[in-house]
């Protein structure tokens, strides 16, 4: 979907913003001199967004394995904090009590 809004430039000139949002896709903004223009980029960008796949058709997040922050510090403890030399880790993991 796209939007057009008039804007003042930093020379006081009036220019015209195309603010184009499309489902998974980031935002893409352009400004352009004259009304005309922006129309036509953004007639172009949604004719060029419609034929894209929808949201729909990818792969849901929630396919993706789900991790707690207790698996990620557990992940870290055993994994980053043994390659940390010179460095007592002891009041970290608990072993100098």
Do not use: C, W
Request: net charge positive; charged share 25%; aromatic share 6%.
């Amino acid at each position: 979907m796209a939007s057009i809004n008039s804007h003042r430039a930093k020379d006081g000139s009036l220019t015209y913003r195309v603010r184009i949002r499309h489902r998974g896709l980031p935002l893409r903004t352009a400004s352009f001199p004259t009304l005309e223009e922006a129309q036509q980029f953004a007639e172009a960008m949604s004719q060029q967004y419609a034929h894209m796949p929808s949201k729909a058709e990818k792969p849901s997040v929630t396919l993706m394995p789900r991790h707690t922050l207790s698996d990620v510090l557990v992940k870290y403890l055993r994994d980053v904090m043994p390659t940390s030399e010179g460095k007592d880790t002891s009041y970290i993991t608990g072993t100098g009590i």
